[in-house]
C-alpha cells in the first residue's frame, strides 16, 4: 500500500498510520459453487492483520453472504428470489464471520460484525470492523445494493485516507476481458466521466452484485472526498 499524498485529517495512534478501508468482493472469496475461496481468505486476513499491527486502523467491507449461504444450503445457484436471497444471506453472513473471526483470531486480532453501522469507536477500542450490508432484511427497493457503493459510503463517513477495492480482475480495462482478449488495461485514469463509467458494463460475475462501474462511482465519490 502506498502512503498517502495528505496529512491524515485525524491524529492516529501511531505515527504515518492510516486509516483504510478494504473492500472484497464475492468472486474473490468464493468459488464458483459458493463455497469459501479457503487460500485466498487465508491471504487476505494474513496481510490485514500484518497491516494492523503496523498500527493502521483497518475496516474491511466484505460481500460473500448469499454466496456461501446458497454453497452450505446446497443450492445449484445464485438465487434470484428474494426470499430465497434473504434465507441464503442469514445462513451465509454466520459462515462468513466463523471464519473471520477464526482467522484474524489466529494473528491475535479482535473483529466485530457491523451491517451498516458507525465504526468509530469500535476502532477506537483496537477491533477490526467487518462490514457487510444487511442482505437478510434489504432489498432493491430500499437497500444500497452493492458493498463497492458502501465502502466508500464508509469511507467518506469515517474519513479514511485509503480506499482499496480488490477484484478478481487486474483493473479497469477498455473492453471485457473476460469475453475480449484483445482488451488492454487503462493504467491510469484521470478523470472519471461518463465515458469511463460506460467502459465499466454490468455486474462482474455471476456470484456478485458489483462490477466495475460500481468500484468506478466508488472510487469517484471517495476521491471527491479527498480519500485516495
Not at 485466498?40 to 503496523?54: A, F, H, I, P, Q
Not at 451465509?92 to 477464526?102: A, P, S, V
Not at 487503462?186 to 463509467?197: C, L, P, Q, W
Request: hydrophobic content about 40%.
Amino acid at each position: 500500500c502506498a502512503a498517502a499524498d495528505t496529512e491524515p485529517r485525524q491524529i492516529r495512534k501511531e505515527e504515518n498510520a492510516m486509516r483504510i478501508v478494504v473492500k472484497v468482493g464475492t468472486s474473490t472469496l468464493a468459488h464458483p459453487t459458493g463455497r469459501q475461496n479457503i487460500q485466498r481468505m487465508e491471504r487476505l486476513c494474513k496481510v490485514l492483520s500484518d497491516l494492523k499491527n503496523m498500527g493502521h486502523e483497518i475496516i474491511l467491507v466484505s460481500s460473500g453472504a448469499i454466496a456461501m449461504g446458497f454453497g452450505k444450503l446446497n443450492l445449484s445457484e445464485r438465487p434470484k428470489d428474494v426470499p430465497t436471497k434473504q434465507a441464503s444471506a442469514a445462513v451465509g453472513q454466520c459462515e462468513l464471520m466463523y471464519i473471520y473471526d477464526k482467522l484474524f483470531t489466529e494473528y491475535n486480532h479482535t473483529v466485530a460484525q457491523l451491517l451498516i453501522t458507525a465504526p468509530a469507536r469500535l476502532l477506537e477500542l483496537g477491533a477490526l470492523p467487518v462490514i457487510n450490508e444487511n442482505d437478510t432484511i434489504s432489498t432493491e427497493e430500499f437497500g444500497i445494493g452493492d458493498n463497492d457503493t458502501l465502502s466508500a459510503i464508509v469511507a467518506v463517513t469515517i474519513q479514511a485516507d485509503l480506499l482499496i477495492l480488490l477484484s478478481d480482475i487486474d483493473g479497469l480495462f477498455d473492453g471485457d476481458p473476460r469475453k475480449n482478449p484483445d482488451a488492454k488495461l487503462i493504467d491510469t485514469v484521470e478523470k472519471i466521466d461518463e465515458h469511463i463509467i460506460s467502459l465499466g458494463g454490468g455486474s462482474g460475475s455471476s456470484l456478485g452484485t458489483g462490477g466495475m462501474a460500481t468500484k468506478l462511482r466508488a472510487a469517484q465519490m471517495a476521491t471527491a472526498a479527498g480519500c485516495e
